[in-house]
């Protein structure tokens, strides 16, 4: 407080800060890797709009997220998750407010291929049967394929860290209760993390959100079940639950915003910031959810 009073008394003294500078606001927002590189093009776009509020983004995982919003040092979390009960219960507990969900965006969760893999599509249960720790199938031979490229037709299992909302939603889809991811996979901090090293890896499968897509890997089909219609992740496919591994992308405050921060949340809700969701390859909110901000 004295360093900020001292600088704004030397502005005012010497003339030397501009009327900017002295009003200038920031915004500290972090979380979610699928959400960080659109929340980076929302912050960006929004100088425009408010050019004295700084949007500070940082990634590092939806856990992260919600640990720095419980410890009340971030003003909006992201998160490619709901918020668990027992992390309700210790941000109420911290802070003496409730968080409040704000659903930004859609987004189907891709499981990735290498562009040579020859295989069509993929089931839950064959997910499972690569991923679970109960699942026996270690080669690609084990599915009816061979994959040029792939020695030994090994699968190269590339996961996310247990930090990550993606991770907890991949496996509550793919495993359910009762279940985890089997032992030796290749954890990957980021979502980009995970795209790239499926590119460059013929044996490997992964799993991100879809707006990482590359032109050196491409989308498994995916279905609910064996014997079930598979389909790939799309914006239409996200919005209406119809691709099976969709879900909701959020920012958390706590309590209900006010000032700047609801400001950005309005605008973030709005045409203008909906129109950037599409263009980085997520689904945008419907109408009837979108707010009238500029």
Not at 119 to 126: N, V
Not at 208 to 215: A, D, L
Request: proline share 4%; hydrophobic share 35%.
């Amino acid at each position: 407080m004295k360093k900020s009073a001292l600088l704004i008394g030397l502005c005012v003294v010497a003339g030397a800060c501009s009327r900017s500078e002295q009003s200038q606001k920031m915004i500290q927002n972090k979380g979610s890797d699928t959400l960080v590189n659109l929340a980076q093009a929302w912050a960006e776009e929004y100088r425009k709009v408010a050019p004295t509020v700084a949007i500070a983004v940082t990634g590092g995982g939806t856990g992260t997220g919600i640990a720095a919003l419980i410890n009340g040092t971030v003003d909006i979390a992201n998160a490619s998750r709901e918020l668990k009960t027992e992390e309700r219960e210790a941000a109420k507990k911290n802070s003496g407010k409730d968080p409040v969900e704000h659903l930004v965006a859609y987004d189907g969760l891709a499981v990735y291929l290498h562009k040579d893999n020859p295989i069509q599509s993929l089931s839950k249960q064959q997910l499972g049967c690569i991923y679970g720790e109960k699942g026996t199938c270690t080669k690609w031979t084990d599915l009816g394929v061979e994959v040029p490229g792939c020695a030994g037709q090994e699968i190269v299992r590339v996961s996310r860290q247990n930090n990550s909302g993606t991770y907890a939603y991949f496996r509550e889809w793919v495993l359910g209760d009762g279940q985890d991811f089997k032992m030796g996979s290749r954890d990957m901090q980021g979502s980009k993390d995970v795209v790239d090293l499926v590119e460059r890896t013929p044996c490997a499968i992964g799993y991100s959100g879809m707006g990482y897509k590359t032109p050196g890997i491409r989308f498994a089909c995916v279905s609910k079940a064996d014997g079930v219609p598979c389909s790939e992740p799309s914006v239409e496919g996200a919005i209406t639950g119809k691709y099976p591994i969709s879900r909701g992308l959020y920012m958390y405050t706590l309590g209900e915003p006010a000032g700047d921060v609801a400001k950005y949340l309005a605008w973030v809700k709005s045409d203008a910031a909906q129109a950037i969701v599409e263009k980085l390859g997520y689904a945008p909110l419907p109408a009837d959810k979108r707010s009238r901000a500029p």
